[in-house]
């Protein structure tokens, strides 16, 4: 296949990667009346076994049990299921108990929560519109912090959660797919121990439940899996930069969904966060652009 179809199939995976992921919420919506955690457990348990299944299809075996031989990698990965843990989770609970625009505002503030983590443990120098963008999306949550007399928490956890959790699956030598699947089994434990002894709901058991509910159920794996695996098929075909510019996209569902479809308050005075936020990430977006081209004129001059 050419380079430009694989470009251009690359930019199809990317794109589906991120719309999956902004249209999460309303699936997430559908089984609002089981608790954030009960959700969470499926959510582990299913994902699990849906990677199970591409673990063996791929015969990835003998791979995993190489970066289960070492303790260092193990215990890295042991940080980085808690992390997707606790990412998971409150992405579950902000969706289901409306706070789906703290979700879209963590989002977005992520990329450039990215670039801050990259100065400060990596070694990376930020470019002048780097810091801009960063100021500004400062700015923004110094704005929400005077005017309501609170942090965005959910948002900055989420951003946080997720952007340490990059950062050390970056620094450390594991593929996705084989990640993935050692965290997952790494927080089975724990979700299994939850469903047995601490979730009460309608629907623990199973075999209590109609066929439609346990299929929204199951369906959790599929939620949390197949844009992960889009995003590595993206990610194989496209360079970093341009995997960027696809990234607004789920916040940018999220927020369209927050307000209009689900109709979560959103006061004048949030206006001005999220659009320091939009005006920062346009700065952002347009630093990664002016590297790109000067990379690819380089490029093109040798």
Known sequence: MSLTKQQKLGGIFAASAYSLWGLAPIYFKQIDTIPAAEILVHRILWSFLLLFLIVVALKQGQRILQVMRQPKQLAILLVCSVLLGINWGLFIWAVNNDHMLDASLGYYINPLLNVLLGMFFLGERLRSLQWLAVALAGL?????????????????????????????????AVDAISGLFIESLLLLPLALLYWWQFADSYAVNLFNND???????????????????????????????????????????????????????????????????????LVYTADAWQQSRQRKQLRNAA
Request: aromatic share 18%; glycine share 8%.
């Open 211 to 281: 066929w439609q509910l346990n299929a929204w159920l199951i369906i959790a794996g599929v939620v949390t899996t197949v844009p992960l695996l889009c995003f590595i098929a993206g990610a194989q075909r496209l360079q970093l930069s341009t995997m960027g510019f696809f990234q607004y996209i789920g916040p940018s569902l999220m927020f369209v969904f927050g307000v209009w479809l689900y109709h979560e308050p959103f006061a004048v005075e949030r206006l001005y966060t999220f659009g320091l936020i939009w005006t920062a990430l």
């Open 140 to 172: 923004g949550v110094f704005i929400q912090l005077i005017t309501f007399g609170s942090l965005p928490w959910v948002a900055l956890c989420l951003a946080s959660s997720f952007a340490v959790y990059g950062l050390l699956r970056k620094k450390l």
